[in-house]
Structures are given as structure tokens and as C-alpha cells.
């Protein structure tokens, strides 16, 4: 008789969850996985896909706007939110569906619960304890509110997604990219909307020009952004919420959402019983094989914050499964990670900020255009687009590339396959153009930005 119950025992069915236990069953580990809420996890349920969904459904009243211009009928039909809703949910069901299908017809062992461990090789899952020789935490995280009076008033991302109605007017505590990417939604369907954050300009840890460029649109499109402005309380009123700021000036809302943030799910996990490390936030720390400190305990995804995003979880998942049980050892990289903001209009990023490059590197050279995109010469939409290129100035190896602007996300996945390649800025310039397009501006940037070390 076996051991153990199971090979792999994994803890939550979100992205990171089911790519490894697949991948570990496809090489024919005896896998269960346990899932406490919703096969599919943050990023389908709760996350990137519904939340793009809303996304789509915001940029129809600019196409409708824009279309008048190229001679259609001009008048932008009536929204209905709960339409929107219904269909999105349907959507949702209908991944969550093949998510858990996907985990059958693979032959992983799916029980809906809650699981908790127990010690290093056992997990309990609903009273009945299940042994394991390797155990995955891939419980990713929650959103974290800031600790003021009144802020269970507020909603988060979750709620944002099922509200039964829309809100007239709605404050947003954060400047995150999921806060930028609602409040754009938001705007994008007729809300009146206002983004609080602490600091002087949204998006931390993004390229500084891309983060005034976007600052400045939302404002065009009459989102009200209040810098270094910390919410103390919030107070629910006839027909909505005030929320007082630390100067004491209040700011009324039909609705107060915080995206201030996630922290990983590592409460109740019997994690501290186990002795697992932890950082100061709560995530697990794991090393650059996913390895807790507690042998056959391993951690992936989100409840480990080294970069939160879909397809890290997966990467990081598979890359676990190969190294159990393919006997080839792997360790993903973190360079080079594309990533988009689903804004009005959008940023597409990868590789190095201007900042950081200049940190790192003796020398940089900086290209960077910014125009009006050809669609909107008739439109006549006051919206611009922002490309720039972070390159070092000895090798002349592109670092970065960071774009606003419509279609800014597919561009740059593109572009980063070119920066895994270690392209030069002569890759890019004896690249042909597409034309006409906006992407072939990346290739076709001649003039370097003054180096703001020599003015
Ligand atoms: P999750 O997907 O969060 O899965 C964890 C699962 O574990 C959950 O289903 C949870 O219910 C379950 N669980 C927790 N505790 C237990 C327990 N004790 N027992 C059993 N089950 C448990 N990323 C992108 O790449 N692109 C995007 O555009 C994007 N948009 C986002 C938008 C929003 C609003 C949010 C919130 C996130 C977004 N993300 C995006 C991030 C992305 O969703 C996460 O990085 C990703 O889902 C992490 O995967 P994971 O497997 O680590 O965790």
C-alpha cells in the first residue's frame, strides 16, 4: 500500500493551483487539490477576466462617440448595468465549469472545501484528514482595507464586479492598477468618479512618464484624482458617503470602493502551528524552487507575493510539477514580464523603467514620442498616446519599453519576446515599419531624449 493518500496535495484551485496539479497529474502523480470557494480562483472568478469583460463594456460609449465622426448615426444607445452583469456572470459560470472539467478529465481529485494543514504531509479538508508526500499552498490573497472608522462601508474589487445597481458617483481609496482599471470603468459608463491617493501620482513602481501621461488623461476624461490626500473615516449619509481626508475636508460619494492593496491568504492555515515562514505582510517565503522552509511544503502564486499575476501563478505551478515529478528541474524567470493596465486608454509595460534603469545601468539613452493616434484625426478624441524606449547606452540592449495608448497591452507582449531575445535598439531600427499603425512607432524612434544629467 502507498505511503500516502496523494503525491501532491494542493490547497486552493486558483491560476497557480490547477496549472501545477495537472501538470503533476499528467506525469501521473496522484494529485488532490482543495478548494474552498470557486474552482478558477481570483483571476477568473474575481479578477482579470470579469474584470475585463467590464472593461470592453466601458469602451463602447467612446466607440459610439468616435463613430459619429466616420459618418455613423451619432446617438449612444441607453446602458444597462444589469445586463452587463447577467451575461458576465454567465461568462464566469462557464469558465468556472471548465476549470473544474479540466480537473476531472486530468484525474485530479477535486474536494470543495476549505483545507487547513495539519502537519507537513496532512491536510484536513472538512473533518477528514488526507495525507500527502508533497503539499502545495496556492491560496493566492484578498483585499486588504486600511484601518480607519468606517471603512466597512466600502466596497472592494469583489463587490465592484455584482453591484446590484450603479452608483452615481464613487470614490476610490488607491491608485493600484486595479483601482486606475475601475475607475476607468466606472467613467467609461457614465459615473461620476474620484481616485484618492496618498502619494503625488497613481501606479507606483510604473515608469514616470507613463504615470503622468495616464494621470492626465483620466483628468480629460473628467476623473477628479486627489493626491497626497490619506482617507481618516468614513461616514455612511442620506443617499451615499462622506469620506473626511486628513485635513478634515469631506468628499461625498453614491459609493466608496478601497483598492488599497491584497494580502495573501495565509490566515487559519496552521501555518504558524507548522512553523512555515512568513514575511511581515503574511506571504509565505519560499525560495527560487518554490520551496517553504519545511521540507515537501511548497508555496506559488500570489500567497507568496513575488509578482502577482496570472500567469506567474501558472509558471511558477508548472514549473513546481516539472521539477517534482518530470525530473526537470525548473525555475521560472521574472525578467521581462509583460504586463498591461486595462485603463481608458490603456498601458502595455516590460522590462525596466527609466528609474530603475538608471539605477542599474552607467549609462542610458531614452527614447520617446507622444502624438495624437490617427483615429482620432477624425474623432477628433483629444486622446494621445505616450511610447518610450529604456535602453542602455553601452550595449545599446533595449531595457524597457512602456506604452499609453490604445492597444498598448497586445503591443507589448510582442515586444517582450524581442527583450528575452536581448534585442539592441538596431534590432529595432532595421525592423520595417507596419504602417500605418501605431505599434511601428517603436521602431521607428530616432531623437534621444536629453539626458537630464547633461542639461
Ligand atoms: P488565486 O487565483 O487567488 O487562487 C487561490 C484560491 O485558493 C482561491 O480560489 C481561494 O478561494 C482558494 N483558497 C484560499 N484559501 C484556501 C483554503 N484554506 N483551502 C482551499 N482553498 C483556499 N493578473 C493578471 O495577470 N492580469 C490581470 O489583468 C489581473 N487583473 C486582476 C484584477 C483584479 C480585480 C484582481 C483582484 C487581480 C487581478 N490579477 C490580474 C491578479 C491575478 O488574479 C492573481 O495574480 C492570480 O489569480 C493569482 O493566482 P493564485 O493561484 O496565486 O491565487
Redesign the pocket.
Known sequence: MAEFDFDLFT?????????ASRRAASYGARVAI???????????????VP??LLVYASQFRDAFQDACAYGWDSHVPAFDWPTLIANKDKEIDRLNGIYIKMLETSGVTLLP????LIDKHTVE?AGKRYTAKNILI????W?SLPEIPGIEHAIT??EA?HLGHLPHSILIIGGG??AV??ASIFRGLGVEVTIMIRGEDLLNGFDDDIRVALAQELRNRGIEILARTKPVKVVEGAGGFTVTDHLGREHSAGLVMAATG?RP?TR??GLEELGVEMDKGGAIRVDEWSRTNVDGVYA????TDRM???????AE?RALAETLFNDNPMRISYDNVA??V?SLPPLGTVGLTEAEARARYAKVDIYRTGFRPMKHTLSGREERVLMKLVVDGESQRVLGCHMMGMDAPEIVQGLAIALNCGATKADFDRTIALHPSTAEEFVLLREKVADPQKL
Open positions: 490547497i486552493g484551485a486558483g491560476s497557480g493551483g490547477v496549472a482543495c478548494e474552498g470557494s470557486r474552482v478558477g480562483g481570483t483571476c477568473v472568478i474575481r479578477g482579470c474584470k475585463k472545501h476549505f483545507g487547513r479538508v496556492a491560496t493566492g490573497g483585499p474589487s469583489n464586479l492598477y486595479i482599471e475601475f491584497r491568504n487559519d492555515l506559488i502564486g500570489d500567497v502577482a499575476l496570472t500567469p506567474i501563478a501558472i505551478g504586463t498591461g486595462f
